[in-house]
């Protein structure tokens, strides 16, 4: 009788302990919640108002209504220019995998005088805020003929891509064994053989996770993009850019449907890489292989 009275009491001296708190921990969950408030009104905001006929003093529109899409999809030519974004996506994606990785093996395998000073250029790219170079790349682009068509627009963004590529590759293939493609040569296979047959599968994890984050960083590419596209080679953060300061009284709910569906395309683009990479299972599966 005594042990049954006991376990009540203890379930409940449990149950009270875990809804104490201690104030550093309310702080924490108070920033979060914030967070999360700060983020659904930035997402809600433009929700709203591209769905809403009138929103003025209120905390609804007065009306809901999808015409502000079907206008912004005819009036900025939305079409041409989410294929502009998926083709200079895809095609930086594939130049800055074939650059990178190669590049990623000389660094991670050989060893020659200035490799620090490479390895330091490399990431300058990625440290320094794309506007400062920018702007003297778009030049260099423009005297060769290539500013404001598609292809400155993929050259420009290779820059920043392939020092991407280079940073996820670089570690993954310092995790795989060299006697692994010493014994490969031992038995008489050459370099190219060693690297299609026996590394590439070793390094599929780290090309899908350099594939995401290039394509992440290439649409949501906006200053090196923005200096070099023209008329036909804009992508969509460069026209959502436009949409909001060029000349001319646009309803500004079609500006806001634009950002809706720049979001969505973010997302959808994001579910879809996701859906084949998944961050978790990499080391996991490099490893597995390197085992094997």
């Known amino acids: 009788m005594s042990v049954i009275e006991r376990i009540p009491a203890t379930e409940n ?18 920033c979060v919640a914030l ?15 591209s769905l809403g006929t009138n929103w003025f003093n209120s905390w609804l529109p007065s009306g809901f209504t999808t015409k502000w899409y079907t206008g912004a999809w005819a009036d900025f030519q939305l079409g041409q220019v989410i294929a502009v974004t998926l083709e200079v996506a895809l095609l930086v994606i594939v130049l800055s995998v074939l650059l990178g990785v ?9 060893k020659f005088p200035g490799k620090t000073i490479i390895n330091g250029i490399f990431l300058l790219p990625v440290l320094m805020p794309p506007v400062t170079y920018g702007i003297p790349l778009a030049t260099a682009l423009y005297r060769v003929h290539l500013g404001g068509t598609l292809a400155g627009v993929i050259a420009a963004n290779l820059v920043p891509a392939v020092p991407f590529v280079i940073m996820t590759m670089t570690p993954f293939i310092e995790q795989i064994n060299p006697s692994i493609e010493s014994a490969a040569r031992m038995s008489g296979a050459g370099m190219g053989h060693v690297f299609t047959r026996i590394l590439s599968p070793l390094l599929v ?3 899908l996770a350099a ?3 290039v394509l992440v960083r290439t649409v949501g590419m906006f200053e090196l993009t923005f200096l070099v596209s023209g008329p036909t080679s804009n992508t969509l953060v460069v026209k959502l850019y436009y949409a909001m300061t060029a000349a001319g009284i646009r309803p500004q709910q079609e500006v806001d449907a634009m950002a ?14 996701l859906r084949f990479v998944n961050p978790t299972q990499l080391v996991a599966r490099v490893r597995d292989d390197i085992t094997d």
């Open 13 to 30: 001296t449990h149950h009270q302990r875990r809804l104490v708190a201690t104030p550093s921990q309310w702080i924490v969950w108070g």
């Open 35 to 49: 967070f999360l408030i700060f983020v659904a009104g930035v997402i809600l905001a433009p929700l709203f108002n």
């Open 102 to 110: 190669p590049a990623s093996y000389v660094l991670a395998r050989k």
């Open 205 to 207: 994890p780290g090309i």
């Open 211 to 213: 594939c995401v984050l």
């Open 260 to 273: 809706v569906m720049y979001m969505l395309s973010m997302l959808v683009i994001l579910v879809i890489a």
